[in-house]
T-cell receptor
Framework: AQSVTQLGSHVSVSEGALVLLRCNYSSSVPPYLFWYVQYPNQGLQLLLKYTSAATLVKGINGFEAEFKKSETSFHLTKPSAHMSDAAEYFCAVGGTGTASKLTFGTGTRLQVTL | GAGVSQSPSNKVTEKGKDVELRCDPISGHTALYWYRQSLGQGLEFLIYFQGNSAPDKSGLPSDRFSAERTGGSVSTLTIQRTQQEDSAVYLC???????????FGPGTRLTVT
């Protein structure tokens, strides 16, 4: 079975500060990993994905994530937070073969303050 | 181009009634997924359609839930005899292939009173 754990249900950063959202995964096979963002009353938007190519993945809106097999982690970062980044972020595993369905973490709500 | 669309955007129903939720995937996408998002359970997989293969129904919480996909395109999720615990946002996603990234619709917010 595959699973993900997101550490911290709420993260608050100042505008311009580094954003770091943590995700650890568990998978018996090489995983596909994803980060999605959800703005209030909207669906999920794909930020980036890891599918066993480059371990450093760049996504939209200046976000990136690094796959670290030794740490079973896929943390999401952005060098400088913007007010518009305030949203809920979900890490997910799956999307491959018979495990095509996504298994989501519990989400991290990012607050950006002035 | 058009994304995944879902209707209705909001649905309020009385306990015990049946409801149908509709999903229009992105044209040409062969894979279609239903998920449920609720405060208590987070985001949960419900059912997955891939082309003409038998659907993966492993996430359906009870036999009151069913879904179909007609002509490989539009999908309908049906909940019979709704219960208050069915209140949630139901999200649909489609993908161009089995292993592709999933594109989500805006969801249908279901409230059972």
């Amino acid at each position: 079975a595959q699973s993900v754990t997101q550490l911290g249900s709420h993260v608050s950063v100042s505008e311009g500060a580094l954003v770091l959202l943590r995700c650890n995964y568990s998978s018996s096979v090489p995983p596909y990993l994803f980060w999605y963002v959800q703005y209030p009353n909207q669906g999920l938007q794909l930020l980036l994905k890891y599918t066993s190519a480059a371990t450093l993945v760049k996504g939209i809106n200046g976000f990136e994530a690094e796959f670290k097999k030794s740490e079973t982690s896929f943390h999401l970062t952005k060098p400088s937070a913007h007010m518009s980044d305030a949203a809920e972020y979900f890490c997910a595993v799956g999307g491959t073969g018979t495990a095509s369905k996504l298994t989501f973490g519990t989400g991290t709500r990012l607050q950006v303050t002035l | 181009g058009a994304g995944v669309s879902q209707s209705p955007s909001n649905k309020v129903t009385e306990k015990g009634k049946d409801v149908e939720l509709r999903c229009d995937p992105i044209s040409g996408h062969t894979a279609l997924y239903w998920y449920r998002q609720s405060l208590g359970q987070g985001l949960e997989f419900l059912i997955y359609f891939q082309g003409n293969s038998a659907p993966d129904k492993s996430g359906l919480p009870s036999d009151r839930f069913s879904a179909e996909r007609t002509g490989g395109s539009v999908s309908t999720l049906t909940i019979q005899r709704t219960q208050q615990e069915d209140s949630a946002v139901y999200l649909c996603a489609s993908s161009p292939r089995r292993d592709g990234e999933q594109y989500f619709g805006p969801g249908t917010r279901l409230t059972v009173t």
